[in-house]
């Protein structure tokens, strides 16, 4: 019964997921998901130690986790992260309000 608790308060605070996606020129987008209930938030390279959040991307958030997604970045124009049917544009100029 113990190790049962200890695994459903793991889950409960939320280990989530980080998944950085990079495109083809070398541009990468960091994807977090939050473990507990799945909300998705982008962040984009900032400089070389830091990255600023873009957006939330809530059309991709929920229980299928974004790791099994199949996501990848284009660019070209305006950055975009293409997940399955899904098509997110990416401005990192832009901060998330």
Do not use: N
């Not at 950055?79 to 098509?87: F, R, T």
Request: with cysteine; aromatic share 6%; proline share 2%.
């Amino acid at each position: 019964m113990g190790i049962i608790l200890i695994f459903a308060f793991l889950g409960a605070v939320g280990m989530g997921d980080d998944v950085k996606i990079t495109a083809a020129d070398g541009s990468s987008v960091l994807v977090s998901q939050d473990g507990f209930d799945g909300d998705v938030v982008i962040y984009a390279q900032h400089d070389g130690h830091h990255c600023k959040r873009v957006r939330d991307a809530p059309e991709i958030a929920g229980w299928t986790r974004v790791k099994d997604h199949d996501c990848r970045l284009e660019t070209g124009g305006r950055a975009s992260l293409v997940c399955g049917d899904v098509v997110l544009q990416i401005d990192p100029q832009k901060r998330a309000t």
